[in-house]
């Protein structure tokens, strides 16, 4: 089974520049999600979309970021205009709704964003 | 809200020593309790599990108990290896009708020949 895919793996832009990352999910997975990391930090979570609905998003900053996963599928989240406390890894991960899926997480390599 | 809180690192131990990393966590209702792994260069996977209080998550030697009364889930293994370098995560899901993870901060582990 081929797991959470995320492109690209590594980002440098400067401040004030735009970026978007992309995610694909496990095959099947209603529910993505996508988490920031800033280094030394746990993940956090940034949105969560149950097919192409948003479930949650109270700790996206609305006024630079934005997501969407429009057929339910895959999923992209973009930063405009970036700033340098943006600098983090960006997780996606996915799980499934069958009974008990969504206790476990998958979780995907992630993009690093260095923002100058 | 939701906080979950686990020891400071890095931790240095010589391999085939006895590795404890404490874990506790505050949260409303019953959550389900977790530890993430992330070996370098790679993605979080989920190590080990608990959904219940006394219930006992084990996996690769790993294990880790729910223990409702002092809040904590902290992770145990009794011979650690050179490949168990990793920085591990402790994290919580609270209970039904959110699937969101609480993490803590990570604890990064170095075990040395």
């Known amino acids: 089974e081929a797991g959470v895919a995320q492109s690209p793996r590594y980002k440098i832009i400067e401040k004030r520049q735009s970026v978007a990352f992309w995610c694909n999910p496990i095959?099947?997975?209603?529910?993505l999600y996508w988490y920031q990391q800033i280094l030394g930090q746990g993940p956090k979570l940034l949105i969560q979309?149950?097919?192409?609905?948003?479930?949650?998003d109270s700790q996206l900053p609305k006024d630079r970021f934005s997501a969407e996963r429009l057929k339910g599928v895959d999923s992209t989240l973009k930063i405009q205009p970036a700033k340098l406390e943006d600098s983090a890894v960006y997780l996606c991960?996915?799980?499934?709704?069958?009974?008990?899926?969504?206790?476990?997480?998958?979780f995907g390599p992630g993009t690093r964003l260095t923002v100058l | 809200g939701d906080s979950v809180t686990q020891m400071e690192g890095p931790v240095t131990l010589s391999e085939e020593a006895f590795l404890t990393i404490n874990c506790t966590y505050t949260a409303t209702g019953y959550p389900s309790l977790f530890w993430y792994v992330q070996y370098p260069g790679e993605g979080l996977q989920l190590l080990l599990k608990?959904?219940?209080?006394?219930d006992k998550g084990s996996n690769k030697g790993f294990e880790a108990t729910y223990r409702k009364e002092t809040t904590s889930f902290h992770l145990e293994k009794g011979s650690v290896q050179v490949s168990d370098s990793a920085v591990y995560f402790c994290?919580?899901?609270?209970?039904?009708?959110?699937?969101?993870?609480?993490f803590g901060k990570g604890t990064k582990l170095s075990v040395i020949p």
């Open positions: 979309f149950q097919n192409n609905g948003v479930v949650d």
């Open positions: 994290a919580l899901r609270s209970g039904a009708g959110s699937y969101q993870l609480t």
């Open positions: 608990a959904t219940k209080a006394d």
């Open positions: 095959s099947g997975h209603a529910t």
């Open positions: 991960a996915s799980s499934s709704a069958l009974a008990g899926g969504h206790n476990e997480q998958f």
